[in-house]
Nanobody, 118 residues
Framework: QVQLVESGGGLVQAGGSLRLACVVSGRTLSSYDMGWSRQAPGKEREFVAS????????DYRYSVKGRFTISRDVAKNTVYLQMKSLNREDTAIYYCYEEPAAGGEALWGQGNQVTGSS
């Protein structure tokens, strides 16, 4: 059984930082692209950040570029999202996902709430 479990969310003041973690159980990260998306109340889910299967390339949503960093620890089967300078626009439920590098169905975690207060 493969599962993705997010943690590390919470409430922070504007300008604060959080680090989300996504632990993948049941298999290693190899051969899978990993990423984060988020969904704010009343909004559609949107892409935040991703990393290719080898960890050699990353991609970010424009609004988080320079503030968020995606990374991974293959030995721990964990993907991280370091978030800095958080603001109200970042308030959302953040979801970790994985996709086969060769294409196919994505697997999603249950989500973790991040709230940037004013």
């Amino acid at each position: 059984q493969v599962q993705l479990v997010e943690s590390g969310g919470g409430l922070v003041q504007a300008g604060g930082s959080l680090r989300l973690a996504c632990v993948v159980s049941g298999r290693t990260l190899s051969s899978y692209d990993m990423g984060w998306s988020r969904q704010a109340p009343g909004k559609e889910r949107e892409f935040v950040a991703s990393m290719n299967w080898s960890g050699s390339s990353t991609d970010y949503r424009y609004s988080v570029k320079g503030r968020f960093t995606i990374s991974r620890d293959v030995a721990k089967n964990t993907v991280y999202l370091q978030m800095k300078s958080l603001n109200r626009e970042d308030t959302a439920i953040y979801y970790c996902y994985e996709e086969p590098a060769a294409g196919g169905e994505a697997l999603w975690g249950q989500g973790n709430q991040v709230t940037g207060s004013s």
